[in-house]
């Protein structure tokens, strides 16, 4: 019965009590509403030890990141977060690991008035799903299949860094100071719910970028019947992607590194000066990259109008 | 990219296309409509290798038991059940695993009208997560703390069989044609929706039984504030049960053993004549089994009114 104890120590009253909640942790089933008018966005991902995080990882971090990576699902459908669960599968019940865990998943929880509504916790290897739930008006959400030849894709914030994190500390020719701002970009991604939720009326297509541009706007190409064009000089980099950039003359890492956790958008041309007014008001900035075209595949110009050759193994299988 | 295959070839279309799903798998969320005036009921609930099934545990089972421990925490909210989504964590990609996965998981699916309609599978220890969602009529689920004193407490099914097929063959002094039964019990098991539906509106309280009857019921009294007395010869027990408890006249079995996933519902005397009529039609039958009492703890009374001293370790977390 310790299963039931741990639940009610750490994630009881995780995240604001929402209104909506009609009955929250501890029974058979949470039971919510979804408001009039409303459609429900439901995502679910998983996060396992040895895959998508090293043994020994800051568990606050792991707390703020499994949520995270949801709530950028919800982003991408410019959907507005209520509610998650958590499936968690520990190897032992650490109190110290499951209060971090707990504080990082909550602080997150707090600051996008999101409720933890249920949850399942067993012992085994550790692995984290979270499932997230969020509303979107009906008919407005952000699909992958929306976009259309001509439309304009934009990005936001910075691409690569969460891959400069991973590469290690002694890999990086970047300025020491900017380590501990891509640690925080790799371990701490910040779904971007503002944005996605001010785009939902003007884009045609979004998806978050977990798996790399290449890959993701991929997933925009297919659904939607077309290809695009990508200016990399546009490409949005930190200091610390520039200094990579600079150094090693590697366009990959801004084109297939996952784990940013930024939206790619596709945006009617037409609709342009009013998504540039409202980009201004984003704090991780907005930039437009390229263009949706309805040749199959991604091409990639470099300033001089040359196209570079298949940037990475992603790039394959997405491109034709 | 292996992942979006596998994700295509085994998990497009399982279960029916329902009208309330604007958008199933394939993008950052599912899109997904409530009824008006009904409430969502949410549930997850893990599976893992070693802890829940033994390596090598058949996939069409494990597909079926997956959502079938789901779908029992929606039976016992009274909730009808409409969508699924699944995390699945791999060691690898087996196609002969994953067909058969997916085939159990499929067939209960259908049977109850459940779409899957979004999910996550990532590579690691096997492990399972499935969430599902369903639907009750607002004000009308069957909650733990609805529970009043002299409430009678029913069960659907039968006791123990479960915990019997844990035993292993060679343990149970029951009839070897049972056996089948028995495993059955144990790896595909049924959830009592119709007769959660069916309870809704009369039922104070309701639970699962996933963890053993003391445990539960104890959850019942708990959350309600009170305690319970059973009549140990009324408990419902299959050929297979009452053969063990003839030669063992070990009672933990029907008390105390999990698995079963039958319904533990309380009953206002008042609706025990409709009830019953109503249970008239369950194939699996309800059987009345004690009355909730104000006073804490949960009394095991033999047929001779002598009660039964702490019945199993189970049995001592929940009953002072």
Redesign the interface.
């Known amino acids: 019965?310790k299963e039931f104890e741990l639940i009610h120590r750490f994630f009881d009253g995780v995240g604001p009590w929402r209104d909506d909640v009609?009955?929250g942790v501890?029974?058979?089933?949470?039971?919510?509403?979804?408001p009039?008018g409303k459609?429900?966005?439901?995502?679910?991902?998983?996060?396992?030890?040895?895959?998508?995080f090293h043994q020994g990882a800051d568990p606050e971090s792991l707390g703020h990141k499994a949520l995270a990576v949801n709530l950028s699902?919800?982003a991408?459908?410019g959907?507005e977060p209520a509610?998650a669960?958590?499936?968690l599968?520990l190897p032992g019940a650490d109190p110290h690991w499951l209060a971090a865990f707990s504080r990082g998943f909550s602080r997150l929880a707090a600051a996008y008035h999101v409720q933890l509504?249920?949850?399942?916790t067993?012992?085994?290897?550790l692995?984290i799903?979270v499932?997230a739930?969020?509303f979107?008006t009906?008919g407005r959400?952000l699909?992958?299949?929306g976009a259309r030849p001509g439309d304009l894709v934009y990005v936001t914030g910075t691409l690569g860094d969460a891959g400069l994190a991973l590469r290690g500390i002694e890999d990086i020719p970047a300025p020491a100071g900017c380590l501990p701002y891509l640690q925080s970009r790799l371990q701490r991604p910040s779904p971007r719910l503002g944005e996605g939720r001010a785009l939902a009326g003007l884009a045609g297509a979004?998806?978050?970028i977990s798996d790399g541009l290449i890959?993701d706007l991929g997933h925009i190409c297919e659904?939607s019947g077309l290809g695009a064009r990508l200016e990399l000089e546009r490409l949005p980099r930190s200091p610390a992607g520039q200094a990579w950039l600079d150094e090693t003359g590697d366009w990959s890492l801004l084109l297939s590194s996952g784990d940013d956790y930024e939206l790619c958008v596709t945006v009617p041309p037409g609709r342009q000066p009013e998504v540039e007014r409202l980009a201004a008001g984003f704090e991780c900035g907005l930039t437009r990259i390229g263009v949706m075209e309805p040749r199959p595949g991604i091409r990639c110009l470099r300033a001089d109008g040359t196209e570079l050759e298949k940037p990475s193994r992603?790039y394959e299988?997405?491109s034709s």
């Open positions: 019965m009609r009955l501890g029974d058979d089933c949470a039971l919510l509403r979804v009039a459609e429900l966005a439901v995502t679910i991902d998983t996060l396992v030890e040895g895959v998508h699902d919800l991408a459908m959907a509610w669960t958590l499936a599968t509504v249920g949850g399942d067993t012992r085994g290897p692995t799903s499932q739930h969020g979107v009906a959400a699909r992958r299949d979004a998806i978050d890959s659904a992603g299988h997405f």
